[in-house]
């Protein structure tokens, strides 16, 4: 596609629910990232993939973290049994290779109640 | 580790105003640098980048020169507008890419 797409924009989910965060990145990208940015925060790094190579999961805050990637394109992000501590925004990125210029999608913002 | 250190916020100017945004970074061999922009209720877009030393970004009127003698990579505008009202994100990426460093974002109101 023309931009990293990212799915849903908003979710409120109750506390304990597991939730699916969706990222499509631009067409032939072979990196994709997930960062999270929380209120008054800075961006926190998640994971990482890299074309066919074990992502880096230095990121990831716990073990309810969790994501994959399908075909090398699109990738979800799974949290479960949601704290309100997960509230944040949610920022996938992709870029034509590693150490390029990332293009970020819109976010999904997760709220926890 | 690699890291960056931006300017904090918030800055409020009045339009036409000079813009410096201070980042300096720490990193082992050559990174590349960025600075991003979040406009309001949008995600992060590329607002300028450079590879290398004293490689100069520019874009929409802001500037930032890289700077390896002082690790710094300063962004500067000489005439703001109320439109560049956003946050701004300083960051850093390594050869081997495999994630960005980011700045905690510096805030920028401009009012007319």
């Known amino acids: 596609g023309a931009g990293v797409s990212q799915s849903p924009s908003n979710k409120v989910t109750e506390k304990g629910k597991d939730v699916e965060l969706r990222c499509d990145p631009i067409s032939g990208h072979t990196a994709l990232y997930w960062y999270r940015q929380s209120l008054g925060q800075g961006l926190e790094f998640l994971i990482y993939?890299?074309?066919?190579?074990?992502?880096?999961k230095s990121g990831l805050p716990s073990d309810r973290f969790s994501a994959e990637r399908t075909g090398g394109s699109v990738s979800t992000l799974t949290i479960q049994r949601t704290q309100q501590e997960d509230s944040a925004v949610y920022l996938c990125?992709?870029?034509?290779?590693?150490?390029?210029?990332?293009?970020f999608g819109s976010g999904t913002r997760l709220t926890v109640v | 580790g690699d890291s960056v250190t931006q300017m904090e916020g918030p800055v409020t100017l009045s339009e036409e105003a000079f813009l410096t945004i201070n980042c300096t970074y720490t990193?082992?061999?050559?990174?590349?640098l960025f600075w991003y922009v979040q406009y309001p209720g949008e995600g992060l877009q590329l607002l300028l980048k450079a590879t290398k030393a004293d490689d100069k970004g520019s874009n929409k009127g802001f500037e930032a020169t890289y700077r390896k003698e002082t690790t710094s990579f300063h962004l500067e505008k000489g005439s703001v507008q109320v439109s560049d009202s956003a946050v701004y994100f300083c960051a850093l990426s390594d050869r081997s890419g495999n994630q960005f460093y980011f700045g905690t974002g510096t805030s920028l109101t401009v009012i007319p």
């Open positions: 990193a082992t061999g050559y990174p590349s």
């Open positions: 990125a992709s870029s034509l290779a590693a150490g390029g210029s990332y293009t």
């Open positions: 993939f890299q074309g066919n190579s074990a992502p880096d």
